[in-house]
T-cell receptor, first 109, second 112 residues
Framework: KNEVEQSPQNLTAQEGEFITINCSYSVGISALHWLQQHPGGGIVSLFM???GKKKHGRLIATINIQEKHSSLHITASHPRDSAVYICAVRIRTGNQFYFGTGTSLTVIP | NAGVTQTPKFQVLKTGQSMTLQCAQD?????MSWYRQDPGMGLRLIHY???????DQGEVPNGYNVSRSTTEDFPLRLLSAAPSQTSVYFC???????????FGPGTRLTVL
């Protein structure tokens, strides 16, 4: 049983395209995180959301608590955006996170 | 600030050997966690700590021990390595339960 499901698993886009990655979860949460993992393996936090929408540069993250769904959008995609994007939720009761299996994004010049 | 550091970056063990994966953070974070990452699976929590002297088990604790004697350090011990423990291990820290996590660079462990 996966508490966090991401789609698609793999995504290839041409440079400049608008990209959407989806995350659905089945547990009660206090926050949702989007993470980025580059081929070298390092993981960085992009967003932490508990409601609404956040924007950093070309990245936009939204969350719908009622529908238990979040999306990560990348506008004007660039080859340097190529990475694995991971959705993680912090459960409401406790200190633990559940992680999705990640979406592997490749942006072709 | 160095952030979260992990050593070693790579390690090969034989079945039955023991070792300690080191994790340190210099951000004065109370919360620290150990995760393992396996192909086709999301990160899974092994053990976590909410402060010096306080640790608890996560989703996959068997075969691993932890201790937290200082705020900065959170070592992960493999008592008797098994091939099923071949994985990439990440340490993470955060200021409190409600903050973002900062991850270390990872340790790639192979158990033969």
């Amino acid at each position: 049983k996966n508490e966090v499901e991401q789609s698609p698993q793999n995504l290839t886009a041409q440079e400049g395209e608008f990209i959407t990655i989806n995350c659905s979860y089945s547990v009660g949460i206090s926050a949702l995180h989007w993470l980025q993992q580059h081929p070298g393996g390092g993981i960085v936090s992009l967003f932490m959301l508990s409601s609404g929408k956040k924007k950093h540069g070309r990245l936009i993250a939204t969350i719908n608590i009622q529908e238990k769904h979040s999306s990560l959008h990348i506008t004007a995609s660039h080859p340097r955006d190529s990475a694995v994007y991971i959705c993680a939720v912090r459960i409401r009761t406790g200190n633990q996170f559940y992680f999705g299996t990640g979406t592997s994004l490749t942006v072709i010049p | 600030n160095a952030g979260v550091t992990q050593t070693p970056k790579f390690q090969v063990l034989k079945t039955g050997q023991s070792m300690t994966l080191q994790c340190a953070q210099d951000m004065n974070h109370e919360y620290m966690s150990w995760y393992r990452q396996d192909p086709g699976m999301g990160l899974r929590l092994i053990h976590y700590s909410v402060g010096a002297g306080i640790t608890d088990q996560g989703e996959v604790p068997n075969g691993y021990n932890v201790s937290r004697s200082t705020t900065e350090d959170f070592p992960l011990r493999l008592l008797s390595a098994a091939p099923s423990q071949t994985s990439v291990y990440f340490c993470a820290s955060r200021r409190s339960a409600y903050n973002e996590q900062f991850f270390g660079p990872g340790t790639r462990l192979t158990v033969l």
